[in-house]
C-alpha cells in the first residue's frame, strides 16, 4: 500500500472507486486522528482541529487553502 503523504489530492466524484474495508484499515494506521463517518450514506473522513485562538485557526486555514491551491 503507498504512503498517503506521497499521493496528490483528486477531488471526489460519484463514479470514483470507493475506498475498502481493507484498504481503511490499512491505511487508517498513517492518519490515526482521522475518523471514517457516515454521513448521508456516504462515508467520509472526519478530524476535529482545536485552537487557542482565532488568529492559530486563521493561520491553520490559510496554510489549508495554499495547500489546496499548490495541489490544484
Same mark, same amino acid.
Given at each position: 500500500?503507498?504512503?498517503?503523504?506521497?499521493?496528490? %489530492?483528486? =477531488? %471526489? &466524484?460519484? !463514479?470514483?472507486? *470507493? #475506498?475498502?474495508?481493507?484498504?481503511?484499515?490499512?491505511? *487508517?494506521?498513517?492518519?490515526? !486522528?482521522?475518523? #471514517?463517518?457516515?454521513? !448521508?450514506? #456516504?462515508? &467520509?473522513?472526519? &478530524? #476535529? @482541529?482545536? @485552537?487557542? !485562538? @482565532? &488568529?492559530? =485557526?486563521?493561520? @491553520?486555514?490559510?496554510?489549508?487553502? =495554499?495547500?489546496?491551491?499548490?495541489?490544484?
Amino acid at each position: 500500500m503507498t504512503q498517503l503523504v506521497q499521493e496528490k %489530492c483528486v =477531488a %471526489c &466524484r460519484a !463514479d470514483s472507486p *470507493h #475506498v475498502t474495508g481493507e484498504e481503511i484499515v490499512q491505511l *487508517h494506521p498513517q492518519v490515526p !486522528d482521522w475518523s #471514517v463517518i457516515v454521513q !448521508d450514506g #456516504v462515508k &467520509r473522513l472526519e &478530524r #476535529v @482541529f482545536r @485552537f487557542p !485562538d @482565532f &488568529r492559530q =485557526a486563521l493561520a @491553520f486555514t490559510d496554510a489549508v487553502g =495554499a495547500t489546496a491551491e499548490a495541489e490544484g
